[in-house]
């Protein structure tokens, strides 16, 4: 089959690979009919991730057949369509009886944090991705989604991450009605965050970014306030005299280690380290909440980071929440918001290439090139 293969920082290429087969009773084969390229892959790109190994194929975003079942598998057949969420999860471990997909114990046994994912390193758990023509699916009676006859497929792509991580983000802020919700980022996790702000009950989002071309479309997509933080000498100042100098009820932060590395890399012109990543979110996000608010964090560090600026988030009584999304969790909610026509998901994406160029996709995505917000790529087949 063709597939991503992973050659070395900042070098993916398309290749052939051997076909996936089923490895275990309850492994299903997806054909993969749609895959993106997510903010998180960028951190694999961009050689951050341990254990990256080279040929091994990313992608944890996806959308596709069932081609093949093992023996024990009971929820699915050949030709059912299905979303997979991004978590590779059990079901019935410790997290997994807690509605924590993302800290699954059984897919990543050897880990601490992190459970299974999807094309994301043997630090999540060896499995291969999505961004190839088929992929392996274990424990496909638990993952894997069917996708309704109502639900456009490129909404059920997004299903597999962006939104529900951006709309477990907004959760985790504990959003009140009418509260003030700032989110950092607008990239498609932040897109959903704002969006999702509303829906949970907001009465003021604000989205931070540099770019003006995705502070444009938030501003239509989630009929927010946009700060380009480019134009801004002190954040905090900058919201606190937005809110009447209380500061937000909620910061969400949907930028993490390495885009707030590269951003300000392209901001100052300086060679950062980006390993040490750049706590510039986090110290915007603890500052600029109020006293007694609650930052919640989806933007992805890495294992070792720890530049939290946890003096002023101790003084300040601040709830701080965090993890990979759980996604099998938000799917019923989500789909009923699409039907009910609150959201359009696949709205935010702006690009689809064929898998054959998932080299050049990366490099647009990475370089926010030509008004790139998703790319998705298509497998031949
Ligand atoms: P993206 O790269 O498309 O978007 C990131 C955005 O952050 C960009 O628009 C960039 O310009 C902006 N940015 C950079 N520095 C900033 C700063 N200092 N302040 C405000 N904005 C800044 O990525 P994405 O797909 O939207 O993903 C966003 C983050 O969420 C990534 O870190 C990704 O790894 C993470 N993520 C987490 C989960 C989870 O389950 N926790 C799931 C998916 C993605
Ligand atoms: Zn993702």
């Given amino acids: 089959m063709l597939a991503l293969n992973y050659r070395g920082p900042y070098r993916v290429r398309a290749s052939q690979k051997p076909d996936p087969v089923i490895e275990h009773p309850n492994d299903a084969i997806v054909q993969v009919l749609r895959s993106c390229i997510c903010g998180s892959d960028l951190h694999l790109y961009h050689g951050l991730v341990p254990d ?3 040929g091994t194929t990313f992608g944890h975003e996806f959308v596709g057949t069932v081609v093949d079942i093992g023996d024990s598998v009971q929820n699915l057949q050949r030709g059912d369509r299905v979303l997979v969420p991004f978590n590779v999860f059990c079901g019935s471990c410790y997290f997994c009886q807690r509605e924590l997909y993302g800290n699954c114990h059984n897919t990543n046994p050897q880990a601490t944090a992190v459970g299974g994912i999807y094309g994301y390193s043997h630090t999540a758990g060896g499995f291969d991705g999505g961004q190839a023509q088929f992929v392996r699916v274990p424990f496909a009676d638990v993952g894997p989604t069917k996708i309704p006859d109502d639900l456009l497929l490129e909404d059920a792509l997004m299903l597999t991450d962006a939104f529900p991580t951006g709309y477990q983000a907004a959760e985790m802020g504990g959003i009140r009605e009418g509260d ?24 003021r989002v604000i989205v931070v970014d540099h770019l003006e071309y995705r502070l444009d479309f938030v501003r239509n997509f989630a009929q927010c306030e946009t700060i380009d933080f480019k134009s801004v000498d002190d954040m905090a100042i900058h ?9 937000a009820d909620v910061c969400i932060d949907c930028v993490g280690c390495e885009a707030a590395g590269s951003a300000l890399q392209r901001l100052t012109g300086v060679k950062l380290k980006m390993q040490a990543g750049s706590a510039t979110v986090l110290h915007w996000a603890i500052n600029s909440v109020r006293k007694g608010g609650t930052v919640s964090i989806v933007g992805v560090y890495g294992p070792t980071f720890n530049a939290v600026p946890i003096g002023n988030a101790v003084n300040k009584g601040l709830t701080l929440r965090m993890n990979q999304a759980s996604v099998k969790r938000h799917l019923p909610r989500l789909m009923e918001h699409i039907r009910a026509g609150h959201i359009e998901p696949h709205k935010v994406i702006t690009h689809r290439m064929p898998l054959e160029e998932v080299s050049d996709a990366y490099h647009l995505f990475s ?15």
């Fill in 52 to 54: 990256t190994r080279v």
């Fill in 180 to 203: 003030t919700v700032v989110v950092f980022g607008a990239g498609p996790v932040g897109i959903f965050a704002a969006k999702s702000a509303w829906l949970l009950g907001a009465g």
């Fill in 239 to 247: 919201i606190k005299k937005m809110t009447d100098w209380l500061g």
């Fill in 367 to 381: 370089s926010k090139l030509d008004g790139c917000i998703k790319p998705v790529l298509i497998p031949p087949g």
